[in-house]
């Protein structure tokens, strides 16, 4: 893989980087990572509660990325389809793992410390203190923008308990935060 | 009066999420109440200060692993699912259904499989979808296989809905030349016939000897409905096709059809029990709880009917049995309920029901076989969605009541359903015995002027011509073979021998090379006998005993015995590598020990030359050809080759005792992820595989009388022992 085709394929659209991908480019593997890859691995982290089941995570999207975009149709976001397949192979990663880690905040990207960071600090910390049951929802639903019918099918719940699991997280956050009971 | 109360929690997140419009009394309370307000507010903060939460980089050292798994043809199968945008025309109907299959997150897997070529061409129609009598226009792009090409031919698999699982007796047809433009591509255009509603395709040239078909993936089409989505009855017949063409494929389209007709029971039960048979007892078992809240929403649909369909009364049937267990027996009794249903009043009247009847009272039905074979007769004539193993039924009934004209007239209709597959087997059956001996001989000589005539109709849509003549003559030397056979058994034996040398012309067969032999031998050729007679000597299978004992009875010195045999060697490599192919196998299926420890296929290989065999105790010839695997596994331990034993089952008890009473003394290995089903392409027992030393794939879907020889002529040396007895 040569740096040198990067610059060119930073200005391509998604779908034609896609095209790219089904022609066996992995320059454009590079490209997708360096377009998505953060966010990619961000969503998992927050789904998954551990950075190094998130690398693994987005490792295993984009190693399957090649066969994977043979069954993408180029009608709809790209972006959207990439964090659907990140939420399931989290979502069956976390159904396997039944050890819980512990979110390391030292892999977090130091800024400095003001009230805002603060606050965000906390909120980081609050989430990751939810129980996983409503953690899972909070982070498809805020994050992922999943609707509670999708977010019940990946999880294998109800609709009505993926609602009732939203709004118990927001009200754990709030306790947490000093928002309120 | 009427005190207001807050809105509940969840209503509240409702307006937070603007999923609701707040009336007016709930608008007059938020206009009034802080609380609620706040909790409105800071629900919806919650998105603006989670977007701005920093985290992880996706950094080099991750990008670097990601490309070291790419290089190392690592393959992972994503939990994708027919993706479209939110103005998708699929519609997002019932997505808790939906989702819930592609969502399934268990069956992300590791895998490594074969690599694809980068050869295939591209084909386009237009429009991208079938309806009766309509026009589809076709586009191919060549890859570069067909640049001296001004003429390709488009061959297609058109189905209907009332086609069987599999595609044993379908037929391929032409549909349409397609002729090269000035631009460079082909074009052509086809009608579609009526009632087609799924179509597999190929492309070649016109001679037949090169084909394109997608690197045997083949390009598809469906019929659709008004908003552009496949139907059922579509992806119903794409399901029947891809099941042995390519079954994980198979498996993406019925979880598709499942995701879009989430009200079809039909599409559950197929779905539970695919996915049990493609991703293991493991995978079945965890999800199983998954697939009960639909099952029961189905059953509540339904069950207020007075009239379902055969369809839906089968499908609940199925579903509902294939989801049950001990902590779950209420879903036993929902499958009684259906199967009641299936065989009421109504339903009686149905093929299809007649059909299930039938088959399932198939033990009961072994003591009255007269009577059941009547049933079948009836059900011959009534339907003709009949299902494919009643004909094979019908025959096995035939026999048992020693009906002798209905036992002709049943195998005559099993080989109509494919004369090329089907009517050697029938036939060959039929010849072994003295009764129908000579009427199958008159059935298996058509057979042999049928296959004269090339009836390119059968040609699978991968092969080309020259495969498929190679394939062709496989089969037609076992037609020979039993013929040859059939004439010795009454006694015929010039015509006997003359036959039995047309069944080895190209081909190897040790047991009929001695009889060929021993025929020569009391006829007084012994000139030919011996021969033979170094044939059967130089087949892997034959002992170093036999091989003297067999030298003995000719004339011959030990040198020039062991020049002949090292002749056949050549010839046996000769005609057997003929079918050979070169297949790259690479990556390193996991499968397991019996204590659970982890061993890939690499590592059993070593280097070796290797025959993997998959079956199952549940299958009946698998069951049979197991008790000789340890006898084959001494005879290639003897050319240094391994046999890979698998079985898709989970280490038991039942099981260990099942293997100790064949004894087996080699290591059996379990497919519990179904790895390595999927990096064969194989979901049958029995089923062999012969790898070569380098790990590439050189027969596939191969017998246990033909693996052997098979296996050996792969190996760089295969010498011929001097006889133990010198001189007389």
């Known amino acids: 893989m040569t740096m040198t085709a990067l610059p060119r394929l930073r200005e391509k659209t998604d779908d034609e980087l896609v095209l790219l991908v089904r022609n066996g480019s992995p320059e454009a593997i590079d490209a997708i990572y360096d377009r998505y890859g953060t966010q990619l691995l961000r969503f998992a982290y927050r789904l998954i509660g551990s950075i190094d089941d998130a690398e693994d995570v987005v490792q295993d999207v984009f190693v399957g990325l090649p066969r994977a975009v043979a069954r993408y149709e180029e009608c709809g976001s790209f972006e959207a389809w990439l964090r659907r397949i990140t939420a399931r192979v989290a979502l069956a990663r976390m159904r396997r793992d039944t050890r819980r880690s512990r979110w390391n905040v030292h892999e977090l990207e130091t800024q400095r410390l003001t009230e805002d960071v603060a606050q965000r600090v906390d909120l980081e910390d609050a989430i990751s203190r939810l129980p996983s049951s409503l953690r899972s929802v909070f982070v498809l639903r805020k994050i992922g923008g999943y609707s509670h019918v999708e977010i019940a099918a990946m999880l294998g719940i109800r609709r009505g308990t993926s609602e009732v699991r939203l709004y118990r997280a927001i009200r754990l956050l709030r306790t947490m935060l000093g928002s309120g009971p | ?19 609701v419009v707040p009336g007016r009394i709930t608008r007059a309370h938020l206009a009034r109440c802080q609380r609620c307000r706040n909790v409105i507010a800071f629900s919806r903060s919650l998105e603006d200060d989670v977007a701005h939460i920093r985290g992880p980089i996706a950094g080099e050292e991750l990008r670097q692993a990601i490309h070291a798994r790419l290089s190392a043809n690592d393959h992972v199968l994503l939990p994708t699912e027919i993706a479209r945008g939110p103005s998708s025309s699929f519609g997002r109907r019932a997505a808790v259904a939906a989702t819930l299959v592609a969502a399934m997150g268990l069956w992300l897997l590791s895998t490594r499989g074969a690599v694809a070529s980068a050869s295939s061409g591209e084909l386009r129609f237009h429009p991208g979808r079938l309806s009766a009598g309509s026009i589809v226009s076709v586009e191919y792009r060549d890859a570069g296989q067909f640049a001296d090409e001004t003429v390709l031919v488009l061959r297609g698999r058109l189905r209907i809905p009332t086609n069987q699982s599999y595609n044993s007796a379908l037929t391929q047809a032409r549909l349409t030349s397609l002729a090269r433009t000035s631009r460079g591509v082909f074009r052509g255009s086809f009608r579609v016939p009526d009632s087609v509603v799924y179509g597999a395709f190929a492309v070649e040239n016109e001679a037949g000897d090169r084909v394109d078909s997608r690197n045997r993936e083949l390009w598809e089409l469906y019929a659709t409905d008004s908003r552009g989505r496949p139907t059922f009855e579509a992806l119903s017949q794409a399901f029947n096709d891809l099941l042995d063409v390519n079954p994980e494929r198979a498996l993406q389209v019925v979880r598709d059809r499942a995701r879009l007709y989430p009200d079809d029971p039909s599409a559950w039960g197929d779905l539970v029990g695919w996915e049990g048979i493609m991703m293991g007892d493991d995978y079945a078992d965890s999800v199983r709880p998954l697939y009960r809240p639909t099952a029961s929403r189905l059953h509540e649909l339904y069950s207020a009917r007075d009239e379902v369909s055969i369809e839906v009364a089968y499908g609940m049937a199925s579903l509902a049995r294939a989801i049950s267990d001990s902590a779950h027996p209420e879903f036993r009794e929902i499958s009684s309920y259906w199967r009641d249903r299936l065989y009421a009043d109504t339903a009686k009247r149905s093929v299809t029901a007649a059909e299930v009847r039938l088959f399932a009272a198939q033990d009961s039905a072994r003591k009255y076989p007269a009577r059941t074979l009547a049933r079948y007769e009836q059900l011959w004539r009534r339907g003709d969605s009949i299902v494919f193993f009643a004909a094979n039924n019908g025959f096995n009934f035939a026999r048992m009541a020693n009906d002798s004209a209905a036992v002709v007239r049943w195998a005559d209709r099993s080989a109509l359903r494919n004369p090329r597959l089907l009517g050697p087997s ?303």
Not at chain 2, 431 to 440: I, K, P
Not at chain 2, 469 to 476: C, L, Q
């Open chain 2, 426 to 728: 029938v036939y060959g059956r039929l010849v072994e015995d003295s009764t129908y001996r000579e009427v199958a001989l008159d059935r298996l000589r058509a057979l042999l002027r049928w296959f004269a005539q090339r009836h390119d109709a059968w040609r699978p849509l991968h092969a080309s011509r020259v495969e498929h003549a190679r394939d062709d003559s496989a089969i037609v030397a076992s037609v020979f073979t039993s013929i040859g056979k059939a004439l010795l058994a009454s006694g015929r034996t010039a015509a006997a021998l003359d036959t039995l040398d047309r069944a080895t012309h190209g081909t190897w067969d040790a047991i009929v090379f001695r009889q060929v032999a021993d025929l020569r031998l009391s006829a007084g050729d012994s000139a030919g006998a011996v021969r033979a007679y170094a044939s059967v000597a130089a087949d892997p299978a034959t002992s170093r005993e036999t091989s003297d004992s067999l030298w003995r009875r000719l004339n011959v010195s030990a040198d020039r015995w062991r020049e002949l045999i090292q002749e056949a060697h050549a010839e046996m490599r000769r005609r057997v590598l003929v079918g050979v192919i070169t297949r790259p196998m690479s990556g390193a299926p996991r499968l397991a020990t019996r204590n659970g420890a982890p061993a890939t296929l690499d590592q059993l290989r070593g280097g070796r030359v290797t025959v993997v065999t998959f079956w199952s105790r549940y299958c009946a010839p698998s069951r049979v050809q197991f008790a000789a695997l340890p006898t084959l596994a001494r005879h290639l331990n003897r050319f240094g080759i391994q046999l890979v034993a698998v079985t898709g089952e989970t280490p038991s008890r039942s099981l260990d005792e099942f293997i100790r009473s064949a004894n087996v003394d080699f290591p059996v290995y379990y497919d519990r992820w179904k790895e390595a089903a999927r990096m064969f392409e194989t979901m049958r027992t029995p089923d062999y595989f012969v790898l070569d030393g380098s790990g590439l794939l050189r027969f596939a879907n191969t017998s246990l009388e033909k693996v052997l020889t098979q296996a050996v002529a792969l190996t760089p040396h295969m010498t011929a022992a001097a006889p133990a007895s010198v001189g007389r």
């Open chain 2, 1 to 19: 009066m009427i005190r207001y109360l807050h809105p509940t929690e969840r209503a509240l997140q409702h307006i937070a999420d603007r999923d």
